[in-house]
């Protein structure tokens, strides 16, 4: 399967939260989505999209001291921020690898510290800060 690349501009936090939910409409069991950005891009913003459109009623915030948190929606909604963990066998010894490899949608912040973990057709969202406040986010995946 060839791979796909999507660019999306944002211009405010609702449209970035209307591009998460745009990503969920193609999003199944088992998915992945691996967010990478620095602070303040937009990543939880992206999730909480993704997980309105998964049909989580629950308001949806940053998990930076849990870790994990999981929603119900039309999937388990799991959001994961790995800012804190030291690295892959930090995310393994809290059990990191059922909820990744299970039959909901991880949606994990700070992805880049997870590298071994993170499923080769995961779909990898970079967002960066562009000038007047606009986001650049870029969508790559061999699933979509």
Do not use: C
Not at 96 to 122: K, N
């Amino acid at each position: 399967m060839g791979n796909s690349r999507f660019n999306i501009v944002s211009s405010s936090p609702e449209e970035t939260i209307a591009a998460g939910e745009q990503l969920a409409r193609h999003l199944g069991p088992g998915s992945v989505v691996a967010l990478r950005g620095g602070l303040g891009v937009g990543k939880t913003y992206f999730a909480k999209g993704i997980a309105q459109g998964l049909g989580v009623q629950e308001e949806v915030t940053s998990p930076t001291y849990t870790i994990i948190s999981e929603y119900e929606g039309r999937l388990p909604f799991y959001h994961i921020d790995a800012y804190r963990l030291q690295g892959d066998s930090d995310f393994s010894n809290i059990g990191g690898e059922e909820v990744l490899y299970g039959t909901g949608v991880s949606v994990i912040e700070w992805s880049e510290r997870l590298s071994a973990m993170i499923p080769e057709d995961a779909i990898v969202v970079e967002i960066e800060l562009l000038e007047q406040g606009q986001r650049n986010i870029q969508i790559r995946s061999q699933k979509i």
